[in-house]
Every structure is written in structure tokens, then in C-alpha cells.
């Protein structure tokens, strides 16, 4: 009878937002492949079925999680130059990314249809094609600018930033002597680097895709002066 009861108000105190503030919690504590609804539901102090009251699946409460990080990007206004709001865009999901490094790889390899996330997509997609690239060119654009933004998220939550993944690993000295380009490269890849390393490659991006817009306006204007 008791343990009814408590089960009961367990469930009653419990609301969405606990539940998904708390798994972002135990997710960074404990990383995606240590997450359970079980130590979810210890770490709530209920009982794991109150969760599933609110969340049918982990499916559904990963879905959940994201959408309350996509609800907080925004698409910036038309009224801003297109190269800072593609900054503006790309910075703000790795920023996400940054902000919950063990979601990091679950929220960047997720396909977002659901209807928040396709809001924003939507949105984005929209930017893109905002640029004067036509409708293919910019898809692609988007998708490659994804790519981008993946690897750099990945890298900087679970590549260089976790340190050394080898089992067998090499002294500095060893280093220095036998392998010199990347014992010369390696202070550039550093965690103080990353900021650095994103935004020049960033500056790349943008800047080929404002050199191919600037050749399709100076190829109408060719076009225009062969006609007259």
C-alpha cells in the first residue's frame, strides 16, 4: 500500500521539465552508453515507470531533449547581411554541441524530423537559399556546411578533447624524433586551439560561397551585355 502511494506522488511532483533537466545531468555525468531511465529515475528519487508516464520510450525522451535544445536556436533576421547570419546559424549549434558534450554525438547524428526540429531546418534551409544559390545549390550547401559543422562538434566533444585514444602510445621525446610533423603540429591541436581552428575554417566556407554568388552576378551582367 505504501509503496503504491509513494509511487503515486512520485509521479504527481514530477513535470517534463525535471525530468529532461535531469537527464541532461546524468547523461554528462554518466555518457550515453551509462545512461538508463533506472539511474534516471534514482537520480529524480522515483521510481523509473513515473518516468515512462511522461516518456513512452528513452526514444522518446532523447527526441524530447533535443527539440528543447533546437527551440532555443533561432534563424536569424532577413534584415542582417546573409554571411552573418550563416555565422550566426552555425555558431549556435555548436554552441549546443559545446554546451552538452556527451549529447553531443546523439544530437548531431539524429535525423530531426520531428516537428520543432523541422521548423528550424525549415528555417535554415531558408537562409541558404536566402544566399542566391538556387534551390539544389543551396540544399547542397546546407549539407555540406552540416558536415562541417558535425566533424568540428564531434572533435572538439569526443575526438581531441578526450586526449589519447591509442592503447599503446609514444613519449614526447619519441615523438619529437621519430614522427616531426605532428609533434610540430600538435599545439595546434590543442583545446585552447579549437576556436581558432573553427572559425578559419569557417571564414573558408563562407568565403567560397560568396566568391560563387559574386561569379553568377558577374556572369548575368556578361550574359546581359553580349544581348544589348
Not at 508516464?53 to 527551440?71: N, T
Amino acid at each position: 500500500m505504501d509503496r503504491t502511494i509513494n509511487k503515486k506522488r512520485a509521479r504527481g511532483k514530477l513535470s517534463r521539465d525535471m525530468i529532461e533537466t535531469a537527464a541532461f545531468e546524468v547523461i554528462e555525468r554518466e555518457g550515453l552508453t551509462g545512461f538508463s531511465m533506472r539511474k534516471l529515475a534514482q537520480a529524480l528519487g522515483c521510481e523509473a515507470m513515473s518516468i515512462y508516464h511522461h516518456y513512452p520510450s528513452q526514444a522518446h525522451l532523447f527526441e524530447a531533449l533535443v527539440d528543447r535544445l533546437v527551440c532555443d536556436l533561432e534563424i536569424p533576421s532577413r534584415e542582417l547581411p546573409w554571411r552573418e547570419r550563416a555565422r550566426a546559424v552555425m555558431h549556435d549549434f555548436r554552441a549546443v554541441g559545446r554546451a552538452h558534450p556527451a549529447f553531443a554525438p546523439f544530437v548531431v547524428t539524429y535525423r530531426m524530423n520531428s516537428p520543432m526540429c523541422l521548423k528550424w531546418l525549415d528555417g535554415v534551409i531558408g537562409m541558404f537559399e536566402d544566399g542566391g544559390f538556387g534551390r539544389e545549390r543551396a540544399a547542397r550547401l546546407f549539407r555540406a556546411s552540416g558536415y562541417y559543422l558535425m566533424g568540428a562538434i564531434l572533435d572538439e566533444t569526443a575526438g581531441y578533447a578526450m586526449g589519447p585514444s591509442a592503447a599503446t602510445t609514444i613519449g614526447e621525446e619519441q615523438l619529437r624524433k621519430d614522427y616531426p610533423n605532428v609533434a610540430a603540429a600538435g599545439p595546434y591541436f590543442a583545446e585552447s586551439e579549437f576556436e581558432a581552428t573553427f572559425e578559419m575554417g569557417l571564414d573558408m566556407l563562407l568565403d567560397e560561397m560568396e566568391r560563387e554568388v559574386a561569379g553568377k552576378g558577374r556572369a548575368a551582367l556578361s550574359a546581359d551585355a553580349q544581348k544589348a
